[in-house]
């Protein structure tokens, strides 16, 4: 067609067509100007409407009831904060009583609520324990979207591995997000050696949410999920195998073991639990935890897929067994019994906690970070510490008969270690949640930037 062209013009018209192409060659180079200046500055105006958009959701964001962004699975930051998502520390803040969005579920709604943290179940009255929300200082947590989540699930396996209290956060897990389920596409299985792993099964989404109980993380004599309560206890201090089995392909674990340590000195076996050859040694407890830490931390970095799974290490969930630590009280007088608003005083630190554990647990995350594997710690202990109101105390199912003694004096039975749901567990998992769909929104969170100076002493 070009070539035909050519031939029908008359040389004389060639200065005339030269002249046409110039000026169409300025008329498309004004037009594409044009439409780059044009879409800059739309570019601009859309930021700038996203930003006015987000301030106008944070403005004044200590003092309203809605300040948790429940229309966005965004993790954004304060208009007054020159800080950016990936600074924000998700666990440095406080607790804000919100009565309008939460609890996020209630216990009746929840059907595989544990009685051991069914508080108003067992008759308690006082539910404002229910109603705090975490606030970070510098940042909105995301709204928690259970349908987000089973979708980012999907085909895949959390398993929470460790002690009642991990197994705490499994059942907060679980009540978050069955309400978004048919009945018809939910399960709840037990599996593994004596029932070991329990199972809630997502079906649409071919989704599974599993806890595991090792209290130890090693194997022990307490491995039994059920008779576990025995005096003299004594833990394999290299064997790991016969539990970690049921995690290698999950996709994201979440460990935690603080609480069964924690006495002067722990039993150590080396050898099987039915070889007259084995060796029992007495170790102190910190050692034994180190070596412990040493034992678990070798398996991850061989066993697990770093491309394919997500590691975290919660940190140790405070107790609240004594009284006088937050109040005038005597020693000796009380503990978390009748109490009903949280800890208001920033910092505080109650003499459950202990740092040096937590430490060790650091350490053995940065030498993982060190050799290629990623663990992120769940600092949930400082946030907790403030709720000294949110544990069962005496609402709940007691294993053992009461006596008339301890009814006299309720503190005697009180649980101040585990915690109400819905509560405290919560929260945590609402981290989980936004670290798990923004991984890069909390870069202190990070087991390459958690520093032993935020676990106090």
């Not at 948790?68 to 904060?81: F, R, T």
């Not at 460790?162 to 299985?189: F, H, Y």
């Not at 025995?230 to 392909?249: G, K, M, N, P």
């Not at 000294?388 to 270690?417: F, V």
């Amino acid at each position: 067609m070009g070539r035909k062209n050519r031939i029908a013009f008359p040389v004389m018209a060639w200065g005339i067509r030269n002249r046409f192409h110039s000026l169409t060659a300025i008329l498309v180079a004004v037009f594409v100007i044009s439409v780059i200046y044009l879409t800059g500055k739309n570019n601009v105006q859309s930021s700038d409407s996203l930003a006015t958009s987000q301030c106008n959701l944070l403005s004044g964001n200590l003092t309203g009831k809605n300040n948790n962004v429940a229309s966005s699975d965004s993790l954004v930051i304060h208009e007054n904060s020159s800080d950016s998502p990936s600074q924000c520390d998700l666990f440095s803040g406080e607790w804000v009583y919100d009565n309008s969005s939460y609890p996020l579920y209630t216990w009746e709604q929840c059907s595989y609520i544990s009685d051991q943290v069914a508080c108003e179940k067992f008759g308690r009255k006082d539910t404002k324990y229910q109603n705090w929300r975490w606030q970070p200082h510098q940042c909105n947590l995301p709204r928690f979207n259970a349908t987000a989540l089973l979708e980012m699930l999907r085909g895949k396996r959390l398993i929470y591995v460790g002690d009642s209290l991990n197994r705490g956060q499994w059942v907060s897990m679980v009540c978050l997000l069955e309400s978004s389920i048919p009945a018809s596409q939910k399960a709840m299985d037990w599996s593994g050696q004596d029932g070991s792993i329990i199972t809630f099964t997502a079906k649409e989404y071919d989704a599974s949410i599993a806890f595991y109980w090792a209290p130890l993380l090693l194997e022990s004599n307490s491995d039994h999920p059920f008779n576990h309560r025995l005096s003299d206890r004594f833990v394999r201090i290299q064997a790991i195998e016969r539990h970690a089995r049921y995690w290698t392909d999950a996709d994201v674990l979440v460990f935690n073991s603080y609480l069964w340590w924690r006495r002067p000195k722990m039993k150590l076996l080396w050898g099987s639990f039915d070889s007259s050859d084995g060796i029992y040694k007495e170790v102190e407890m910190l050692r034994s935890y180190e070596m412990a830490l040493k034992t678990w931390s070798d398996w991850v970095e061989i066993h697990v897929n770093h491309t394919k799974t997500k590691l975290f290490f919660a940190s140790l969930s405070p107790t609240h067994l004594w009284n006088y630590e937050w109040s005038n009280a005597k020693e000796g007088e009380g503990n978390c019994y009748n109490e009903t608003e949280p800890i208001t005083k920033q910092g505080h630190w109650g003499g459950g906690s202990d740092s040096r554990m937590m430490r060790l647990v650091e350490s053995a995350v940065k030498e993982l970070e060190g050799r290629g594997v990623t663990v992120q710690i769940l600092n949930i202990t400082q946030m907790s510490e403030y709720r000294k109101e949110a544990h069962p105390s005496i609402y709940k199912k007691q294993w053992e008969p009461i006596t008339q003694e301890q009814l006299s004096n309720p503190t005697s039975y009180a649980d101040c270690m585990h915690w109400c749901l819905p509560g405290v567990p919560d929260a945590w998992n609402e981290i989980l949640y936004a670290l798990l769909l923004h991984p890069s929104s909390s870069s202190n969170s990070s087991s390459s930037s958690s520093s032993s100076s935020s676990f106090s002493s």
